[in-house]
C-alpha cells in the first residue's frame, strides 16, 4: 500500500505546485499567501509518504483529497484533477490493501513450506 499510496502523493506535490502557479494569475491573491498554503500542502504530500502505513495515515490523506477539491474554488481546474486524484487515492488505499495481504499469504505459505522441509 505504501507504494501506491506515495506515488500517489507525489503526484498530488506536483499538481498542488503547478496550481500554484496558475493562482498565481488571480490578481485578486497575494503571492505569500498563495505559496503558504502551496508550501504547506506540498510538504503535506512528503510528510504522508511516510505516515501512510500508519495510524491516521490513510485519513490524512482523504483529508489532503478533500482540501484539493474544494482548491477548485480557487483553480477550477483543481475541481477535475482534485476528483482525479481523489479516485487514484481510493484505487491505492484499496488495491494496495489487497496486495499487502497477498504478499502476506505468499510469506506465510513460504514459511509453512520452509517449516515443513519443502
Do not use: N, Y
Not at 497575494?30 to 505559496?35: A, D, I, K, L, N
Not at 481510493?90 to 489487497?98: L, T
Amino acid at each position: 500500500m505504501r507504494t501506491l499510496c506515495s506515488s500517489t502523493l507525489i503526484g498530488e506535490f506536483f499538481v498542488i505546485g503547478f496550481a500554484g502557479l496558475v493562482a498565481m494569475k488571480d490578481p485578486d491573491l497575494e503571492s505569500g499567501t498563495v505559496w503558504t498554503v502551496c508550501g504547506v500542502a506540498m510538504a503535506l504530500c512528503v510528510l504522508l509518504c511516510g505516515m501512510v502505513t500508519r495510524p491516521g495515515g490513510v485519513q490524512l490523506g482523504w483529508a489532503l483529497q478533500v482540501a484539493l477539491i474544494a482548491s477548485g474554488f480557487v483553480v477550477p481546474i483543481m475541481f477535475f484533477m482534485g476528483a482525479m486524484f481523489a479516485a487514484l487515492w481510493w484505487a491505492s488505499v484499496h488495491f494496495g490493501q489487497k496486495i499487502d495481504e497477498a504478499k502476506a499469504r505468499f510469506a506465510a505459505l513460504a514459511e509453512q513450506g520452509e517449516a515443513s522441509g519443502g
